[in-house]
């Protein structure tokens, strides 16, 4: 198959309920929309769900754009390829900017799909027909707030809540959410917020008694080391997420024993093929995964159930229904959580349909090339 054509779409939604971390509040996201189509005319999608600004990682939705145009695109026209993998190692040479290249791989896995009428998940090897979903709540102005979005979340049937948590909001809220439901399934992420101090270790050790799932990320992404000093200390899991962002960053969880569940992003890793090499070095170390989300659009979030649905994704996943996201989502019919589990589709693809003029109207920038 080659890539005779590429759209980007950078698209711009407002969220509906506006989402803090430790590090920034946003309202809205720019992602940008790969649409790829082939020789036989056939259409693939992703995503790029960078962030706008580099908070969470160094990548933006405009050096994203940058990359896409003049690195990625280039690399992926008019290539011949088999498998996603033969045409991924026409931009490994790129370093970084891994969102912008899992856009590019779940837009050939999406192809890939198509081209032999499968559903991504099954081509990916997945084996679950449905997926448990969490919500990731951000930081709210008071513990009453937060309190009113954990029962909204709740009572919408979601069985995990996952707290931003940062210094100067970490052991109350978690303290009076835990007070409110003995029983949720609850874990804490600080993005990495947590300086390497006696003081972060003695609030650390306070949310060890909170009977959490696991500790996500609290120290800053590059600090293995200081993460394991933590896991030996605390009995609660401790999750990397912005830490691993190839298999040598998951080596290196394994063997210092940094973290012992690992949150993976398709966008984090660089794309669908990152995300299936990690889920299957995880397996082997015993690590149970869960997938992580960037607030995707519909694009990405049918990629996010797909790769979640392979077999040691065995954590709630980040993968909420659109609706607690967007008024109107990207994809025809919205991603749909029922009492906090999404079904895998198995249509074609992604098997979701993209509303081509809903991301047309919300369109900010494009960029169209071809062979
Ligand atoms: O750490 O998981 C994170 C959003 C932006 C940046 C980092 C993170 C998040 C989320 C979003 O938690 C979760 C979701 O998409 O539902
Ligand atoms: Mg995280």
Redo the contacts with the bound molecule.
């Keep these: 198959m080659r890539i005779t054509r590429i759209t980007l779409f950078e698209v711009s939604l407002p969220l509906l309920h506006s ?1 803090e ?1 430790s590090s920034h509040r946003k309202s809205g996201l720019r992602h940008i929309l790969v649409r790829a189509v082939d020789d036989d005319g056939r259409t693939g999608w992703g995503e790029i769900a960078s ?1 706008t600004d580099p908070y ?1 990682t160094s990548e933006i939705t405009d050096t994203a754009w940058s990359v896409a145009e003049r690195y990625i695109t280039p690399a992926a026209l008019g290539t011949e390829w088999d498998e996603p993998a033969a045409l991924e190692s026409t931009w490994s040479k790129v370093r970084g900017h891994e969102f912008t290249k899992a856009g590019f791989s779940a837009a050939a896995w999406d192809l890939h799909a198509r081209a032999q009428e499968r559903s991504l998940a099954s081509v990916l090897g997945g084996t679950r027909t449905e997926v448990v979903a969490g ?2 709540l951000g930081i709210e102005p008071s513990i009453d707030e937060l309190l009113t979005q954990v029962e909204r979340q709740v009572s919408a049937g979601y069985p995990r809540i ?1 707290l ?1 948590i940062a210094p100067g909001w970490d052991a109350e809220p978690v303290r009076a959410v835990r007070s409110h439901y003995p029983d949720l399934d609850l874990h804490v ?1 600080a ?1 990495g917020a947590y300086p390497d101090t006696a003081e972060s270790a003695e609030i650390l050790r306070a949310l060890d008694e909170q009977s959490l799932t696991m500790i ?2 609290p120290y800053e992404p590059r600090d293995f080391p200081a993460h394991a000093r933590l896991q030996r200390r605390i009995g609660t899991p401790v999750c990397l ?2 830490s691993v962002v190839d298999l040598a960053d998951l080596r290196t969880m394994i063997e210092l024993d940094a973290g012992r569940v690992l ?1 993976i ?1 398709v966008s984090r890793m660089g794309g669908l093929l990152a995300a299936r090499r990690a889920h299957d070095v995880a397996r082997d170390a015993g690590i149970p995964v869960w997938c ?5 659009f519909g694009v990405g979030r049918a990629a996010n159930v797909a790769i979640s649905s392979l077999p040691n994704f065995t954590l709630p996943s ?1 993968v ?1 229904g659109s609706a ?2 967007y008024a109107r989502d990207v994809i025809t019919s919205p991603v749909v959580a029922v009492n906090g589990v999404v079904a895998v589709p198995d249509g074609p693809g992604i098997g979701y349909d993209v509303d081509v003029e809903w991301v047309r109207q919300n369109t900010v920038r494009t960029a169209d090339l071809t062979i």
Excluded at 292 to 296: I, T
């Design positions: 989402f971390t962030p969470y919500v990731s996952k931003k992420d993005n996500e990320q997420d912005e949150n992003k992580g989300g960037m607030h995707e980040d909420s607690k996201y």
